[in-house]
């Protein structure tokens, strides 16, 4: 999420989202498949003394898979875990007797994403959710009496500042719900056997911003408030995590950065500075949370308020070769041109990273602790985003003796 300016999307732009969004939810589904939803890129722009700043923005609901969890031995291993720490802090907590037993929880939907792993469930006749982060465990009520959102049959179970709903009791006929959370647009997605996951920006107070718009058959006339949500049966924080460094100035800045764009102080607190690099007014900062990397994007205006940006980059592989973290929104406009904020990891050792482009040009880059940034220049993310990936043509390592450990393509990762 990016703190600009509040102002109104143009109606051209909304009526084309809520167009795309219905596209999506009418199309058929087979239980069990999630449907695939295109939710619209936006860019924002502002314009600063007299220089025009582009920033590319796109939805967080973009990060979650179109289609179900793979059924590969990792991922059904994964799943397990999950529902295995959801009923480990059930009974740490003491509610088993409150639960159905754990042999009888049937998966009715799985929606893994990077700042959350959330399960919808049914057993015994009952219906909850199992929400897991790399540090906390939040479990659903599946004896709680939940209102009914006004004019509709669903029933809200849990609403996360981090930019979960969680709903049951969807109206069969509906393939699919719509979501705003206040900000100017709306977000789509699927029920599944009358349950609704569904992922929106992360806000503050976001169970009194969000609004159920419509489904795939209809959009209400009035917007429709979520009722008061019982709390969760169980809230454990069961992986602590190591304590984040926010002393240091990347860590302050970090630590401003997540403040700034919505994320609840239980996800901003698994973030550590990595490598940063600055450009101008233009600030970036690739951060690490375990085997997960993210990106802050931070400008400064004189006299106003900064705007900042974070983006979550799904875990990625181990590799001996350096990487190229293709992230989002992490390409800007300066004067009449642009630049790109390249960031990456590289190999055991590395105390040197030159990054080399497709003109041939060598760039240096910022190196700490096995990460490198570098500023590059960078095509317009509107006119060719597809040549955005292939400006990094080559990476070079060196180590403290400045030995080359390392000469070649990167391995290109997209978030």
């Not at 967080?60 to 799943?79: D, I, N, V």
């Not at 639960?99 to 057993?123: I, Y």
């Not at 009358?194 to 009035?222: T, W």
């Not at 602790?369 to 070079?396: E, F, N």
Request: overall charge negative; charged content about 20%.
């Amino acid at each position: 999420m990016i703190d600009f300016d509040e102002r109104d999307v143009p109606a051209d732009v909304r009526d084309r989202i809520t167009d795309t969004v219905h596209r999506g939810m009418a199309e058929p589904t087979r239980r069990g498949l999630r449907m695939p939803l295109a939710v619209a890129a936006a860019v924002a722009v502002l314009a600063v003394a007299g220089v025009v700043t582009a920033l590319t923005v796109h939805n967080r609901a973009e990060q979650l898979p179109a289609g179900p969890a793979s059924s590969t031995p990792t991922a059904k291993t994964e799943a397990a875990d999950e529902l295995d720490r959801c009923w480990k802090a059930v009974v740490a907590e003491g509610k088993q007797g409150a639960f159905p037993a754990r042999s009888t929880w049937t998966t009715v939907q799985r929606q893994p994403s990077t700042s959350a792993n959330v399960t919808a469930l049914r057993a015994g006749g009952k219906t909850f959710f199992c929400m897991t982060t790399k540090a906390t465990v939040t479990v659903t009520d599946p004896n709680a009496k939940v209102a009914v959102v006004p004019g509709t049959r669903t029933r809200v179970a849990l609403v996360d500042d981090n930019g979960w709903i969680l709903a049951v009791g969807i109206d069969p006929n509906a393939t699919g719900v719509m979501v705003s959370t206040g900000q100017g647009y709306e977000v789509g997605a699927p029920a599944v056997d009358g349950m609704l996951v569904i992922q929106v920006e992360p806000r503050r107070d976001l169970e009194a911003n969000a609004r159920f718009v419509g489904d795939n058959r209809v959009e209400y006339d009035v917007p429709k408030k979520i009722p008061p949500v019982p709390a969760p049966a169980v809230e454990l924080v069961d992986r602590p995590l190591p304590a984040p460094d926010r002393t240091s100035a990347d860590g302050k800045r970090l630590g401003n950065c997540l403040a700034n764009t919505g994320w609840t102080k239980a996800y901003a607190d698994q973030w550590q500075p990595g490598v940063s690099v600055e450009d101008g007014q233009w600030y970036a900062e690739l951060a690490t949370s375990k085997d997960q990397f993210g990106l802050c994007v931070h400008t400064e205006h004189a006299g106003r308020q900064g705007q900042f940006d974070f983006s979550p980059l799904a875990p990625v592989p181990a590799t001996t070769k350096p990487r190229y973290l293709l992230l989002d929104r992490s390409t800007y406009a300066v004067g009449h041109g642009f630049h790109q904020f390249a960031v990456g990891t590289a190999p055991t050792g590395a105390q040197a990273v030159t990054v080399t482009t497709n003109d041939g040009t060598a760039h240096p880059a910022v190196v700490h602790d096995g990460l490198w940034a570098v500023v590059l220049p960078a095509t317009d993310p509107d006119q060719a985003p597809a040549q955005v990936p292939s400006t990094v043509k080559s990476v070079m390592v060196k180590d403290a003796a400045g030995v080359v450990i390392y000469d070649g393509p990167p391995v290109v990762v997209r978030g």
